[in-house]
């Protein structure tokens, strides 16, 4: 029976959790797959490096519940866990659960441990815990773990508190400044940036094994996997995906999806590779930290020029976010100092404080080679930087969630080229991976038939 770690709210520490609990699986020699509830890659990231499995995530928004409950079927293994997303009933309004952690319980039927935050709180964790409970009689909250304990005299008034409720305490985690992850401005700070990463992970199994009543946790992680199998497919064509510190942002599905379709994968480094891989049919640039990393993208000019040819040749080319960046003329950070990038789309872009955060339905306005116009497909913004000069026939018309905001154009489709700063995760339009495949292949000369 795989259980989902939810949050009471942001900031309780189920991330921190979830990963204690990975490590300590993987350090007893156990193979667990994990899940992530929503459009974040940084947390996945973590959970992937700690299992040496691809984490998937769960969002029925960017793909649908159909994907989602395949998704889950196809990759759940002996012992899996799924960590939720913000509170365990927080989604995309105040209406319902769409996009919540509820959600994806309700969806694969499948129990809560809820984490408390009990800072400063005693006898009221009752009435928490007991609301959430009881809030939706289609979610069932099989255990709670305690987090921020401050001494022994609050750990007993709160179990005190909870017995009357019959909710078993799986975990009782004390205030530890070492467990803190480095953050920054869009969350964890990605594991290849952590030189520290071995010792971060040998304090998570630490903690768990004395935090946690592993005698009732261990039931709850292990469930006989309903695995679909995968076929194998000839590669009939190789793109080459940017995958570096400067570019990270990837869902571990668009890959797999690619695979499946007859596209084989070739990574590079556009920080430290001088030349791109030999015989690909295809470019794909993935989200990431390229400001951080400007400098050394600007220097690497012969992998530039090499770029720059082949996009100006035709070759397709699909880039996200922080890959959007990259092929603009150049980016400015948040000292204003400049830095020049390829130079394939016109316009600047431009570090800012200010996040820009949301799922997104684009509507396409005109045709790229994976969109096509008329077309409408959900998406995910998650960045601080802006472009210094609009698109005059744009990609996308974006429209968030909020009937307050109005929609406004946003991407580019010059050249073969499919840029924009929505994150897309494939599983939503099948299609997508097909004009791909069928791009690529035209590029090279011949037909997927």
Known sequence: ?????????????????????????????KSIQSFKVGPDYID?????????????????????????????????????????????FDGLSGVDDSGSTAHIAELLNLPIVLVVNCRSISRSVAAIIHGYNTYNSKIKIKGVILNYLSSERHLEILEQAITPLNIPIIGRFWRDDQLKIPDRYLGLIPTDELDNFADITDRLIAVSKRCLDWNLLLPFLASPPNRIETTVVTAKVK????????????????????????IE?????????????????GLYFGGGFPELFAAELADNLNLIKQLISLIRSGIPTYAECGGLMYLTKGIVDLNQTYYPMLNIIPTEAVMTN??????????????????????????HEFHRSVLSNQNPQPLFQ??????????????????NLHASYLHLHFGNKPQIVQRMLDSCCKYQGYTTN
């Open 354 to 379: 200010k996040l820009t955060l949301g799922y997104r339905l684009g509507t396409v306005e005109h045709s790229s080679f994976l969109c096509y116009k008329k077309e409408q497909i959900w998406g």
């Open 398 to 415: 974006l429209q968030s969630y909020s009937s307050r905001l109005l929609s406004y154009g946003e991407g580019w489709s010059l050249l």
């Open 265 to 281: 994968l070739i990574f590079f480094s556009p920080l430290q590779d001088h030349y791109l891989p030999d015989g690909i049919a």
């Open 239 to 262: 793109i080459a995906v940017a995958k570096d510190r400067a570019f990270s942002f990837y869902y571990a599905d668009n890959f797999d999806l690619l695979n499946r379709a007859g």
């Open 1 to 29: 029976m795989t259980i989902i770690i939810a949050g009471e709210r942001s900031g309780v520490g189920k991330t921190t959790i979830t990963l204690s609990i990975l490590a300590t699986m993987v350090s007893y020699g």
């Open 44 to 88: 996945a990231m973590y959970h992937s490096r700690i299992t040496g499995l691809p984490c998937r995530n769960l969002d029925p928004i960017l793909t649908s519940e159909a994907y989602v409950i395949d998704c889950f079927n196809r990759y759940a293994n002996q012992y899996s866990l799924i960590e939720g997303v913000m509170g365990l």
